[in-house]
T-cell receptor, first 112, second 113 residues
């Protein structure tokens, strides 16, 4: 079955710098790759997603890139701000289509 | 729209007690899920449903049962609670197949003593 690995587990960056979180997946049939943000004590919420027919997608300060050949996708956050501090989860939708396979999460810390 | 709601928000159980967690969604979504999230950990799928009257096991189903008698509701039952079931439980719903956003409820914080 599908397996999603996420790195790093913790990432600390200076406010204003960029942050990059990477995920790899194993099932070449996976076709949908969302990223969720979970603030402390809150529910996970979708921040951006990408489908397998697209290589890159941007939404203001966040972007996601997908490399289908290498089976990896990444979240890029530019000009980081204190409110970006959270846990970020990547996920992949395998060919079965009815569930998401989740990465283990990355705790992003923004240093003032 | 309320989205996905969960009842209760907090609960403390003694070992061996039973309880039911209720999840409700008003988005007419076909798919519904129950996850557990232990402190500092990721999301683990307990059970899921792809439609009214259907349920299936996820990654960690032992000790839990579910029912989906109505499309908008998904119930998670603990028959005999154990301390290892202390966790935050999230319900989620999704429109259907083809890769869509999963919408999460606010979570239920369960402590088993």
């Amino acid at each position: 079955g599908e397996n999603v690995e996420q790195h790093p587990s913790t990432l600390s960056v200076q406010e204003g710098d960029s942050a990059v979180i990477k995920c790899t997946y194993s099932d070449s049939a996976s076709n949908y790759f969302p990223w969720y943000k979970q603030e402390l004590g809150k529910r996970p919420q979708l921040i951006i997603d990408i489908r397998s027919n697209v290589g890159e997608k941007k939404d203001q300060r966040i972007a996601v890139t997908l490399n289908k050949t290498a089976k990896h996708f990444s979240l890029h956050i530019t000009e980081t701000q204190p409110e970006d501090s959270a846990v970020y989860f990547c996920a992949a939708n395998p060919g079965s289509n009815y569930q998401l396979i989740w990465g283990a999460g990355t705790k992003l810390i923004i240093k003032p | 729209n309320a989205g996905v709601t969960q009842t209760p928000k907090f609960r403390v159980l003694k070992t061996g007690q039973s309880m039911t967690l209720l999840c409700a969604q008003d988005m007419n979504h076909e798919y519904m899920y129950w996850y557990r999230q232990d402190p500092g950990m990721g999301l683990r799928l307990i059970h899921y449903s792809v439609g009214e009257g259907t349920t299936a096991k996820g990654e960690v189903p032992d000790g839990y049962n579910v029912s989906r008698l109505k499309k908008q509701n998904f119930l998670l039952g603990l028959e005999s609670a154990a301390p290892s079931q202390t966790s935050v439980y999230f319900c989620a719903s999704m429109r259907g197949a083809g890769g869509h956003e999963q919408y999460f409820g606010p979570g239920t914080r369960l402590t088993v003593t």
